[in-house]
């Protein structure tokens, strides 16, 4: 029977290996040429999101299902401060999903991915010991 701590530690894991495959995704999606580089956006969010319910997990704080990352950066205390800037992620995640809603251009989805990269590394420097072990 595995321990509280191995299923905390796989869940982590779990969420991270989400997170990634969303980068990976708005990576190639930037790379194609599209009229609306919404997609990319779309993933990015959907990343930032992952990569801070993985730090949510490995700290046992609880959150509702949400894609609100203003919200879930609140949950944090102060830890996740810097983070702040990620928020504008948040309308891509559920309001831009619709016909009707702004396209999004190269250069924002671009923004967009920068924003996600940021997301991963400050969350992967806060768990890298607790990953090591």
């Given at each position: 029977?595995?321990?509280?701590?191995?299923?905390?530690?796989?869940?982590?894991?779990?969420?991270?290996?989400?997170?990634?495959?969303d980068?990976?995704?708005?990576?190639?999606?930037?790379?194609?040429d599209a009229?609306?580089?919404?997609?990319c956006?779309?993933?990015?969010q959907?990343?930032?999101?992952?990569?801070?319910?993985?730090?949510?997990?490995?700290?046992?704080?609880?959150?509702?299902?949400?894609?609100?990352?203003?919200?879930l950066?609140?949950l944090?205390?102060q830890?996740?401060?810097?983070?702040?800037?990620?928020?504008?992620?948040?309308?891509?995640?559920?309001?831009?999903?619709?016909?009707?809603?702004?396209?999004?251009?190269?250069?924002?989805?671009?923004?967009?991915?920068?924003?996600?990269?940021?997301?991963?590394?400050?969350?992967?420097?806060?768990?890298?010991?607790?990953?090591?072990n």
């Amino acid at each position: 029977m595995r321990s509280r701590e191995e299923v905390i530690r796989e869940f982590v894991q779990q969420w991270l290996n989400k997170a990634e495959s969303d980068l990976a995704a708005a990576d190639v999606l930037l790379t194609t040429d599209a009229l609306d580089y919404y997609p990319c956006a779309f993933h990015c969010q959907q990343a930032a999101e992952k990569f801070i319910k993985a730090y949510l997990v490995r700290h046992q704080i609880e959150f509702r299902k949400t894609h609100d990352l203003e919200f879930l950066l609140r949950l944090t205390g102060q830890q996740l401060e810097n983070l702040e800037s990620c928020t504008w992620l948040t309308p891509y995640g559920v309001e831009f999903r619709y016909p009707g809603e702004p396209e999004v251009d190269r250069a924002t989805a671009q923004h967009a991915l920068d924003e996600a990269r940021q997301v991963r590394q400050v969350i992967m420097e806060h768990l890298e010991s607790y990953l090591e072990n």
